[in-house]
């Protein structure tokens, strides 16, 4: 029985809402921007909740459509969630009935693979879909499922799931990834917090959402440790307790907006903005010649884009990396600033394959995009954005083309706005407070077969 293969199972999902941004570019945005709870982040901690019986209470948790799928997803499995209020949730995992996270769950996220390790470790067995196939190259999960392994735990592959099994307790052991995964990290972490024994997981993911689910985990009693930059050590614990969490700022969602600010000429301040986990996107505007100065002590981004009407930016070349490296998910932002900025600039795309193909479309916009092969692209610059139709492939490239809209002359209709809503909290209405002209419009449409989203 071959793992992870890909995955050819015709599923018919929900019809579900279709809907458009209608986008009528050329207004430099102003003002300011509170920057929502991270995605990433939250989802792993509704996944850390399951390791412990007592209630857990999360805050800062953005409202999007991911967490809305991940609290449905436990749910489903008999897990109490509650919201009891905007950005909160708690969520209580006494009696899970049913170990079983299916296809409709990884179909419509990815991330709900995360629910394998502390599922395993709590309840020594689950049936879990693999979510291969998603858009954005292969998007393997090998490495969580041989993490688990290595743990104790025996996983079989039959059907499109995993029905993984580990009686008694897993076995602290050392998890040796070939390269570095961020949830392949944390679902390790995850599963080792109740495993027998000390485990060393190297190389470990260092993103930001990593650290705070080291926060969250150690709230609950776990012994959890970076011990270095790549290496997280764990001493599993017996039982964990109920804990409570504020979810860090979502940093992608940051450079979402600064990039706004500095493609449409304007002036936009971010607040609650994670300084310190933007560096590399930081540096990469500073090169680019954006005025972008952040306030760490006082959590704010302040985005002048007038050098856009001075001339315009500078050429520069980006490449993608693990943390602490530019994120891959603030990779086609920045491709929008660069079409912006005069001169060639050279992208590499490193973390995934085919995360370039939505640079078609911006062609489509005006922009002047060559696409060598999948994981390299050369922007000429600076090319004036005129508004057109496009078709939203996925939640970073969706948000990336409404950057382009706003940037653009005319009106711009992308469809797909589903796919930005999963990731993005109130996203037209945060444009809109910034002086976009920007509406999101219903349309009924049966979609056809399934595409896994990131
Ligand atoms: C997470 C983020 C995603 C981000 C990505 C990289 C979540 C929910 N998603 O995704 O937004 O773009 O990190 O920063 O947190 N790989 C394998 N086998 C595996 C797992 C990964 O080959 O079992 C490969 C992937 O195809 C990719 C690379 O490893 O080329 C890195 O992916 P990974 O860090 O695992 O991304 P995710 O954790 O899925």
């Known amino acids: 029985m071959a793992d992870a293969k890909p995955f050819h199972w015709e599923f018919t999902p929900e019809?579900?809402?279709?809907?458009?941004?209608?986008?009528?570019?050329?207004?430099?945005?102003?003002?300011?921007?509170?920057i929502s709870g991270s995605k990433n982040a939250a989802l792993k901690m509704f996944a850390a909740a399951t390791l412990t019986g007592e209630r857990c209470r999360f805050t800062n948790v953005p409202e999007i459509e991911d967490v809305r799928v991940m609290a449905e997803t436990l749910r489903d499995l008999g897990v109490v969630v509650d919201h009891?209020?905007?950005?909160?949730?708690?969520?209580?995992?006494?009696?899970?009935?049913?170990?079983?996270?299916?296809?409709?769950?990884?179909?419509?996220?990815?991330?709900?693979?995360?629910?394998?390790?502390?599922?395993?470790?709590?309840?020594?067995?689950?049936?879990?879909?693999?979510?291969?196939?998603?858009?954005?190259?292969?998007?393997p999960v090998d490495l969580h499922v041989e993490a688990m392994r290595a743990l104790g735990a025996t996983i079989e592959y039959?059907?499109?799931?995993?029905?993984?099994?580990?009686?008694?307790?897993?076995?602290?052991?050392?998890?040796?990834?070939?390269?570095?995964?961020?949830?392949?990290?944390?679902?390790a972490m995850l599963a080792a917090t109740l495993a027998d024994g000390h485990t060393v997981i190297?190389?470990?993911?260092?993103?930001?959402?990593?650290?705070?689910?080291?926060?969250?985990?150690?709230?609950?009693?776990?012994?959890?440790?970076?011990?270095?930059?790549?290496?997280?050590?764990?001493?599993?614990?017996?039982?964990?307790?109920?804990?409570?969490?504020?979810?860090i700022p979502d940093r992608i969602e940051a450079g979402t907006f600064a990039v706004a600010g500095a493609v449409t000429g304007g002036h936009v301040t971010l607040t609650g903005a994670p300084c310190d986990h933007l560096s590399a996107f930081v540096e990469i505007l500073g090169r680019a010649g954006v005025d972008a100065e952040c306030d760490t002590a006082a959590e704010r981004i302040v985005v002048d884009g007038r050098a856009l009407r001075e001339g315009g930016y500078r050429a520069c070349d980006i490449r993608t990396a693990p943390y602490p490296g530019l994120a891959t998910d603030l990779q086609p932002p920045t491709c929008v600033l660069?079409?912006?900025?005069?001169?060639?600039?050279?992208?590499?795309?490193?973390?995934?394959?085919?995360?370039?193909?939505?640079?078609?479309?911006?062609n489509r916009m005006g922009a002047r995009i060559e696409i060598p092969d999948n994981h390299h692209a050369t922007i000429r610059g600076r090319t004036p954005l005129h508004g057109a139709d496009a078709d939203i492939g996925d939640l970073r490239a969706g948000a990336s083309l409404i950057l382009a809209a706003l940037a653009?002359?005319?009106?711009?209709?992308i469809h797909g706005a589903h796919h930005v809503k999963?990731?993005?909290?109130?996203?037209?209405?945060?444009?809109?407070?910034?002086?976009?002209?920007?509406?999101?419009?219903?349309?009924?449409?049966?979609?056809?077969t399934v595409s896994t989203p990131s």
Do not use: C
């Not at 996220?109 to 309840?123: D, E, H, T, V, Y």
């Not at 660069?338 to 911006?362: I, M, P, Y």
């Not at 653009?408 to 209709?413: K, L, N, P, Q």
């Open 158 to 187: 039959r059907n499109g799931y995993y029905f993984a099994t580990a009686p008694g307790r897993l076995r602290g052991t050392e998890v040796r990834f070939p390269f570095v995964s961020v949830m392949g990290t944390e679902n």
């Open 338 to 362: 660069l079409t912006q900025a005069s001169g060639t600039s050279q992208v590499h795309e490193a973390v995934f394959e085919d995360r370039l193909e939505w640079l078609s479309d911006l």
């Open 422 to 448: 999963r990731g993005y909290e109130n996203i037209e209405r945060k444009f809109a407070d910034l002086g976009a002209r920007i509406a999101r419009l219903e349309e009924r449409f049966e979609e056809g």
């Open 84 to 139: 009891p209020e905007a950005n909160t949730y708690e969520i209580a995992s006494g009696d899970v009935e049913w170990l079983f996270v299916p296809l409709e769950a990884a179909a419509k996220m990815r991330a709900s693979f995360i629910l394998l390790g502390p599922l395993l470790a709590r309840f020594g067995q689950v049936i879990i879909s693999n979510p291969g196939g998603d858009r954005i190259g292969r998007r």
């Open 408 to 413: 653009a002359d005319g009106e711009s209709t």
């Open 15 to 34: 019809p579900v809402t279709r809907e458009v941004f209608r986008i009528e570019g050329g207004v430099p945005l102003t003002g300011e921007v509170p």
């Open 202 to 247: 190297r190389p470990a993911a260092q993103e930001p959402e990593v650290d705070d689910l080291i926060v969250f985990l150690k709230e609950m009693g776990a012994e959890v440790e970076r011990t270095w930059p790549d290496t997280i050590e764990v001493h599993g614990k017996r039982r964990l307790r109920g804990a409570e969490h504020r979810i």
